[in-house]
């Protein structure tokens, strides 16, 4: 079917950056909209910054001029680059997106994949 897999995270200090990656893999006919997630010990899962198909994007108030979603439609890619990183950004992070696949017969099918989350520490 399809798989998402992240990579990117890791510990940084206060004030820096990092680039999350997110591949998907898989029997793709298309890919709808993408987007990354994150969630804090204790807390629930919210979104953080979502692409659809054409490029528009939309972000959490609390990263808006911080982070910046992207994509490559010919790697069936998202990225995220997290700048300006604090200690509230401490999370694991999973990339979300909205796939059709194709099975052998040529049969599509419409499905949510998630990846396997990432780890992104920020202290000093």
């Known amino acids: 079917q399809v798989q998402l897999v992240e990579s990117g995270g890791g510990l940084v200090q206060p004030g820096g950056s990092l680039r999350l990656s997110c591949a998907a893999s898989?029997?793709?006919?298309?890919?709808?909209?993408m987007g990354w997630y994150r969630q804090a010990p204790g807390k629930q899962r919210e979104l953080v910054a979502g692409?659809?198909?054409?490029?528009?994007?939309n972000y959490a108030d609390s990263v808006k001029g911080r982070f910046t979603i992207s994509r490559d439609n010919t790697k069936n890619t998202v990225y995220l680059q997290m700048n300006s990183l604090n200690p509230e950004d401490t999370a694991v992070y999973y990339c979300?997106?909205?796939?059709?696949?194709?099975?052998?017969?040529?049969?599509?099918?419409?499905?949510?994949?998630w990846g396997q989350g990432t780890q992104v520490t920020v202290s000093s």
């Open positions: 979300n997106a909205d796939v059709v696949w194709r099975d052998r017969y040529g049969l599509r099918y419409r499905g949510d994949y």
């Open positions: 898989g029997s793709i006919f298309s890919i709808n909209a």
């Open positions: 692409i659809s198909s054409g490029g528009n994007t």
